[in-house]
């Protein structure tokens, strides 16, 4: 079972709202990651948690903060968000950060699309 | 800065036929290499995994590893309507705790 679980799956905030999209995860894996995917374009990488660890923070502006209070679950609070935010907000999991041979392979969840108006 | 390249433009092919997409890659010392797929409006699916030179075989796929070329490419044999999608090649650099992203490939496949 490689399942990645994202809520919600729709979201739309004014500039002024504070919310978060939830992430879960029962397969185990020591790595998970947010993505930011705008249309047409790559996933673009925002954070990596290794070990419930933040590991990696691709200089993200401040209105988005991860959290990660287990090793199942990621969250990522959202405030004072822009309308250019607006996009697919992806999770994913590896068995062990990537970087190490042979498993990294990333599993993503269905995505939060959120619109920021 | 190491990269991830996917050429093509949209690729149409006949159902039936073979989907032939390529990737290359600018670090030689590249050890993981991901096919994902992604339908509009979807997340990425992983669809194939490799990491030694030579061929992959998975149902329909193959995925092929040149590491002294530095390319990786996907095969997609007996087209069908259901694999109209965009294909993602992505690649994790050896010593970066990170996948990087090809732009992708869109494949259409016409009945």
């Known amino acids: 079972d490689t399942e990645v679980t994202q809520t919600p799956k729709h979201l739309v905030m004014g500039m002024t709202n504070k919310k978060s999209l939830k992430c879960e995860q029962h397969?185990?894996?020591?790595?998970m990651y947010w993505y930011k995917q705008k249309a047409k374009k790559p996933p673009e990488l925002m954070f990596v948690?290794?070990?419930?660890?933040?590991?990696i923070n691709e200089s993200v502006p401040s209105r988005f903060s991860p959290e990660c209070p287990n090793s199942s679950l990621l969250n990522l609070h959202l405030h004072a968000l822009q309308p250019e935010d607006s996009a697919l907000y992806l999770c994913?999991?590896?068995?062990?950060?990537?970087?190490?041979?042979?498993?990294?392979?990333?599993?993503f969840g269905e995505g939060s699309r959120l619109t920021v108006l | 800065q190491k990269e991830v390249e996917q050429n093509s433009g949209p690729l149409s092919v006949p159902e039936g036929a073979i989907a032939s997409l390529n990737c290359t890659y600018s670090?030689?010392?590249?050890?993981?290499f991901f096919w994902y797929r992604q339908y509009s409006g979807k997340s990425p699916e992983l669809i194939m995994s490799?990491?030694?030179?030579g061929d992959k075989e998975d149902g329909r796929f193959t995925a092929q590893l040149n590491k002294a070329s530095q390319y990786v490419s996907l095969l997609i044999r007996d087209s069908q309507p259901s694999d109209s999608a965009t294909y993602l090649c992505?690649?994790?650099?050896?010593?970066?705790?990170?996948?990087?992203f090809g732009k992708g490939n869109q494949v259409v496949v016409i009945p």
């Open positions: 994913a999991s590896s068995q062990v950060p990537q970087g190490d041979l042979d498993r990294g392979e990333l599993f």
């Open positions: 397969m185990g894996h020591r790595a």
């Open positions: 948690y290794s070990y419930e660890k933040l590991s």
């Open positions: 670090d030689r010392g590249s050890q993981s």
């Open positions: 490799i990491y030694s030179n």
């Open positions: 992505a690649v994790n650099f050896y010593g970066n705790n990170r996948l990087a």
